[in-house]
């Protein structure tokens, strides 16, 4: 089965600064790369997705990139704020019985922190 | 807009007892997940329907059992409860027809085994 492994585990940044997270998967037949962010005792709230054909997707100041030779997919965040301190999780699914069949394997989440 | 609801939000049984839990997923959302998520830990595929059949297992006991109903609703029931199922239990709602695999999740069901 699929194995998603995500660094660093922790990550604390000065407000403003750049959060880089990184993961990794494990089957070449994976094709949606899905990033939660979940706060203590929340729900995962899905903030930015990207699908094998793309290698790069933006929004605002979060932007997610995937390279799929290398199997490895990133979270970028830029000027960090305060609220945007919470756990991040990474995710992969292959999708590949059709609907119903894109259950998310997560990465073991990291923690950020942005200080202000 | 709509969200998912789960309930309840808490429950609290003892060893050995049964629970049911319930999800009723955005409108016109055709597939439900089910993921266990133990304290400190990432969430676990449990069960997924699509269009109330079952379409997919992951790592759920056979104490457990699910099913999704004819209003799109699901229900996941728990027996012979064990100190080890304490954890938030999520149902995630996707339109896999038309955006494969973008799962919303509900709030969640914390459940406390004594």
Known sequence: ?116 | AAGVIQSPRHLIKEKRETATLKCYPIPRHDTVYWYQQGPGQDPQFLISFYEKMQSDKGSIPDRFSAQQFSDYHSELNMSSLELGDSALYFCASSSDRDSAGEQYFGPGTRLTVT
């Open chain 1, 1 to 116: 089965g699929e194995n998603v492994e995500q660094h660093p585990s922790t990550l604390s940044v000065q407000e403003g600064d750049s959060a880089v997270i990184k993961c990794t998967y494990s089957d070449s037949a994976s094709n949606y790369f899905p990033w939660y962010k979940q706060e203590l005792g929340k729900r995962p709230q899905l903030i930015i997705d990207i699908r094998s054909n793309v290698g790069e997707k933006k929004d605002q100041r979060i932007a997610v990139t995937l390279n799929k030779t290398a199997k490895h997919f990133s979270l970028h965040i830029t000027e960090t704020q305060p609220e945007d301190s919470a756990v991040y999780f990474c995710a992969a699914s292959t999708g590949d019985s059709g609907a119903g069949s894109y259950q998310l394997t997560f990465g073991k989440g990291t923690k950020l922190s942005v200080i202000p």
